[in-house]
């Protein structure tokens, strides 16, 4: 299996977002470094969902970059992607596991040791950490974590931690010091004047 790219954009389906003109941006300076994680919003429907994971995947392939699917991983089996990502409200992982095959690409979210230790047991392969810092993107979080919460993870587990939530690319050297593989962002790219400069900002804090 390829080594997971450090650079995971989460596709932002927000009203008024262009998520596949962001990715057409990213994916000519990040290439095979970019996961990109098909998220839709839960209101959205399985035929929209399944639209958009083709398409995105079909701009990955030429890059060799990795398409993943959030949550709902009947449509990463129907497209074909990668693998999924599944947290709290989703599949178990174990159950993810068996839905998606041995060799699958799965992540799963966790905030602290004990849960990452559990989701790695159960077959995550790799773990969204956070929110490291506050963001706007998604409601209903807990407090940041911080660093020093991914710290504690990244200590905890043998597989890449990717910190999520408010990471921008001031933020990555401490993240990468405590323990980060890599960062998952939305807002950091889909919300920047110039996406292809944002996701080479990242790249290169990524790359200290
Ligand atoms: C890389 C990464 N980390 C964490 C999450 C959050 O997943 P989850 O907790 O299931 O929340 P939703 O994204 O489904 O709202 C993620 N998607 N990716
Ligand atoms: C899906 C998700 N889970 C935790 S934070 C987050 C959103 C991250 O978005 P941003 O990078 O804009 O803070
Ligand atoms: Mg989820």
Request: with cysteine; proline share 7%; aromatic share 2%.
């Amino acid at each position: 299996m390829p080594s997971l790219g450090r650079l995971h954009l989460i596709t932002d389906t927000r009203p008024g977002r262009d998520p596949l003109g962001v990715l057409r941006a990213a994916l000519p300076v990040a290439r095979a470094e970019l996961v990109v994680q098909v998220r839709v919003a839960d209101e959205a429907t399985d035929r929209e969902a399944y639209e958009l994971a083709r398409q995105v995947l079909a701009l990955c392939r030429p890059y060799g970059a990795t398409c993943l699917v959030n949550d709902r991983l009947h449509v990463a089996l129907a497209v074909g992607a990668a693998g999924g990502h599944v947290g709290a409200d989703d599949l178990p992982v174990r159950a993810a596991r068996r839905v998606l095959g041995a060799t699958a690409v799965l992540g799963a979210t966790a905030r602290e040791p004990v849960a990452a230790a559990e989701a790695v047991a159960a077959g995550a392969g790799y773990l969204g950490v956070g929110p490291c810092h506050a963001t706007t993107t998604k409601s209903g979080l807990p407090d940041p974590i911080g660093p020093e919460g991914v710290r504690a993870v990244a200590g905890a587990v043998d597989v890449p931690v990717i910190a999520i939530g408010g990471v921008t690319a001031a933020s990555v050297p401490a993240l990468r010091a405590a323990g980060a593989y890599g960062v998952a962002v939305v807002g950091a790219i889909s919300q920047a004047a110039d996406p292809a400069r944002a996701t080479a900002e990242l790249l290169r804090a990524l790359a200290c």
